[in-house]
């Protein structure tokens, strides 16, 4: 089974390329053994032009599912292998075989050519082999090898074959916008996935600095020491007594329970009642 999967898988191609793979490798499936029973019946009966167009195109399919399965010239081989089985096609209609039947293979081609080729080129060549195919079918008269086709037969087949190629174009065109939009929601995913993920990587980041932040607060508010409740400090002198029952300087006090560090210094009051000579006008300095 998977063997089998392989085989509708080309190298290094994309999401479109691969569709494309796929439906060349299903037509060159389906087509390659009633070419080959043709191409033996074409020989059995003389018809050696036939069979050797079959034969080539098969030859073809072949070749070209081999480059395309490796990802090498695709879009040549999907032209020529169109252009192979167009001169295949006029062949079929000018032999005609019984009541005209081989024409009718006419109608396979749009079918092809349009998913392989894109819209614009498969019309192309859709309308090149609907000219050629008119051209053959009422070229008759003049040419004896070519089967004679009634004209009400020629004017369905033409309609019938347009008829089939607008349809297909019409096919492809839906599904190659519904391919486009596929694509653009693809990238608009792939656009809001990254900014989700940048959003992801902002908030992370923010998340790292707020913890940050939070660890500096914790470690500065552990470093800082408060002064609560009743502390017992000496009405004359100010020192204060600790759990211990030491009695402490103030200053020193309040530097090992707040952190604090002091200056000294003497304010004007104490200036002048502990040193009043100083503080005179004309005393000495």
């Given at each position: 089974m998977t063997a089998l999967r392989k085989l509708?898988?080309?190298?290094?191609?994309?999401?479109?390329d691969q569709l494309r793979f796929r439906l060349y490798t299903t037509f060159v499936a389906l087509a390659l053994p009633p070419m080959l029973v043709f191409g033996i019946v074409g020989i059995a009966e003389g018809n050696l032009v036939l069979a050797a167009l079959i034969l080539a195109s098969g030859v073809a399919l072949v070749a070209g599912w081999r480059l395309a399965r490796r990802?090498?010239?695709?879009?040549?081989v999907y032209r020529a292998n169109g252009f192979v089985f167009a001169l295949l096609v006029l062949?079929?209609?000018?032999?005609?075989?019984?009541?005209?039947?081989?024409?009718?293979?006419?109608?396979?081609?749009?079918?092809?050519?349009?998913?392989?080729?894109g819209e614009r080129e498969g019309a192309l060549w859709?309308?090149?082999?609907?000219?050629?195919?008119?051209?053959?079918?009422f070229a008759a008269p003049w040419?004896?090898?070519?089967?004679?086709?009634?004209?009400?037969?020629?004017?369905?087949?033409?309609?019938?074959?347009l008829v089939v190629a607008c349809a297909t174009f019409g096919y492809e065109h839906i599904?190659?916008?519904?391919?486009?939009?596929?694509?653009?929601?693809?990238?608009?995913?792939?656009?809001?996935?990254?900014?989700?993920?940048?959003?992801?990587l902002e908030r992370e980041r923010a998340e790292r600095e707020k913890e940050r932040?939070?660890?500096?607060?914790?470690?500065?508010?552990?470093?800082?020491?408060?002064?609560?409740?009743?502390?017992?400090?000496?009405s004359h002198c100010h020192r204060?007594?600790?759990?211990?029952?030491?009695?402490?300087?103030?200053e020193s006090y309040l530097q090992a329970h707040a952190g604090a560090q002091f200056s000294h210094g003497i304010c004007p009051t104490c200036m002048a009642t502990q040193y009043p000579d100083d503080s005179e006008p004309g005393g000495p300095s």
């Open positions: 509708f898988v080309a190298d290094s191609v994309g999401l479109e990802g090498r010239s695709v879009l040549a062949q079929m209609v000018a032999v005609g075989g019984a009541s005209g039947s081989k024409s009718l293979w006419i109608n396979v081609y749009p079918l092809i050519t349009f998913f392989l080729l859709t309308g090149g082999l609907l000219i050629a195919s008119l051209a053959v079918l040419f004896p090898a070519i089967h004679a086709y009634p004209p009400e037969f020629a004017v369905r087949l033409s309609v019938v074959y599904r190659r916008r519904f391919r486009d939009r596929l694509v653009l929601e693809r990238e608009h995913l792939e656009e809001e996935k990254q900014r989700l993920s940048r959003e992801i932040l939070i660890a500096e607060l914790k470690e500065a508010l552990g470093q800082v020491q408060t002064l609560k409740g009743l502390v017992p400090i000496c204060i007594r600790d759990d211990k029952g030491f009695w402490n300087r103030l």
